[in-house]
């Protein structure tokens, strides 16, 4: 099993993720290819909190032009972690 911190790479701070963080929601940029049940144990390891839900998206990569070539992002995997009522995690900015 990889370790947690492999897993969870940050805590996203954007407005939408501050608005969500007001309904004990979170949002995350995690492993591409890790699954829900692990992106679950990391954040209850990582953060010592009870998550009740995971929900994954995958933000494919755009294209993007250098100079003369154009070239591709790299995809990206977000979480969005619901946290029992009442608890947080504590982001520092």
């Avoid at 996203?12 to 940029?29: F, N, P, S, V």
């Avoid at 290819?33 to 929900?55: S, T």
């Amino acid at each position: 099993m990889r370790p947690a911190t492999e897993i969870v790479r940050r805590v996203l701070l954007t407005e939408k993720a501050t608005r969500m963080a007001g309904h004990d929601q979170y949002l995350l940029h995690v492993a591409p290819d890790a699954n829900k049940i692990e992106i679950r144990k990391a954040v209850e390891v990582l953060f010592n909190v009870k998550v009740q839900k995971v929900n994954t998206h995958i933000t494919h990569g755009k294209w993007r032009r250098l100079s003369v070539r154009w070239g591709h992002r790299t995809d990206q995997k977000k979480a969005i972690v619901t946290l029992a009522k009442g608890q947080k995690i504590e982001v520092k900015a």
